[in-house]
Antibody, heavy 122, light 113 residues
Framework: EVQLVESGGGLVQPGGSLRLSCAAS????????MNWVRQAPGKGLEWLSY????????YYADSVKGRITISRDNAKNSLYLQMNSLRADDTAVYYC???????????????WGQGTLVTVSS | DIVMTQSPDSLTVSLGERATINCKSS????????????LGWYQQKPGQPPKLLIY???TRESGVPDRFSGSGSGTDFTLTISSLQAEDVAVYYC?????????FGQGTNLEIK
């Protein structure tokens, strides 16, 4: 069974940093591309970033480019999101989501974690 | 960026009746080389992550009840629930994966009348 478990969320002050993790199990992690998607309280879904199975291809949404870094450690079956210069409008539940394949075009989100809440407030 | 616009924002339907949610993209998301529409539909219940229902605009994900169906091509798409069940109360999102940034519609809140 595919499992994705996010961690690392919490309360952070504006301007601060946070590193989110997503522990994957139940599949060969390196064979799948991964994404981060967030959802502000009571709002819709916003895709943030994509990373290929090998980590060689990365994309970011313009809204967060320069402030976030996606990475993965295939030996540890883990996905990461480093977030810097956090602002109040970064407050959201952050989900990791797995693509169905590590292949161009297959960029719908087949499996999701339960999410981790990041609150940016002083 | 491709803007995805759903209608209506909210929908109230009686049990057993048909529910229809529309999604329009600001540009075509049909890839002519493979004739595939890069459009997915998700269901999100309160306190839960989204769940994939439909991909390639009309392919039902494994385990999804056949009362859910997707249709459309190019820029106009529809999610239909043929006979609404109580457990279908949720927010539904469309998403394009034709190009980055991968964008979602604003969501449609489906309730029981």
């Amino acid at each position: 069974e595919v499992q994705l478990v996010e961690s690392g969320g919490g309360l952070v002050q504006p301007g601060g940093s946070l590193r989110l993790s997503c522990a994957a199990s139940g599949f060969t992690f390196s064979s799948y591309s991964m994404n981060w998607v967030r959802q502000a309280p009571g709002k819709g879904l916003e895709w943030l970033s994509y990373i290929s199975g090998s980590g060689s291809t990365i994309y970011y949404a313009d809204s967060v480019k320069g402030r976030i870094t996606i990475s993965r450690d295939n030996a540890k079956n883990s996905l990461y999101l480093q977030m810097n210069s956090l602002r109040a409008d970064d407050t959201a539940v952050y989900y990791c989501a797995r693509d169905p394949y590590d292949s161009t075009g297959y960029r719908y989100f087949q499996h999701w974690g339960q999410g981790t809440l990041v609150t940016v407030s002083s | 960026d491709i803007v995805m616009t759903q209608s209506p924002d909210s929908l109230t339907v009686s049990l057993g009746e048909r529910a229809t949610i529309n999604c329009k993209s600001s540009q075509s998301i049909l890839y002519t080389s493979n004739n595939k529409n890069y459009l997915g539909w998700y269901q999100q219940k309160p306190g839960q992550p989204p769940k994939l229902l439909i991909y390639w605009a009309s392919t039902r994900e494994s385990g999804v009840p056949d009362r859910f169906s997707g249709s459309g091509s190019g820029t106009d798409f529809t999610l239909t629930i043929s006979s609404l069940q109580a457990e279908d109360v949720a927010v539904y999102y469309c998403q394009q994966y034709y190009s980055t940034p991968y964008t979602f519609g604003q969501g449609t809140n489906l309730e029981i009348k």
